[in-house]
């Protein structure tokens, strides 16, 4: 009889993890996106500098939350 663990090893390959957290990646950075975009901007100053800012450094949140899983997965 084969134990749980065993039975989830088998349906996750790696292949499919990759694919997963690729996945995760791209709707975790496309609601990021839409939460931080100003779209009642009127006035142009450094506020735009700033929501692109916080911008980037989410998606590079979001990217090495997606590596440290990886890393934890390849354990």
Request: aromatic fraction near 14%; glycine fraction near 2%.
């Amino acid at each position: 009889m084969e134990s749980s663990t065993q039975k989830i090893n088998q349906f996750i390959t790696p292949l499919k993890l990759i694919l997963i957290l690729v996945s995760l990646n791209f709707i975790s950075i496309y609601i990021v996106y839409s939460n931080t975009k100003s779209s009642d901007t009127v006035i142009y100053t450094n506020q735009e500098e700033i929501i692109e800012n916080k911008y980037i450094h989410a998606g590079a949140l979001v990217l090495d939350w997606s590596y440290s899983m990886l890393r934890y997965f390849k354990k």
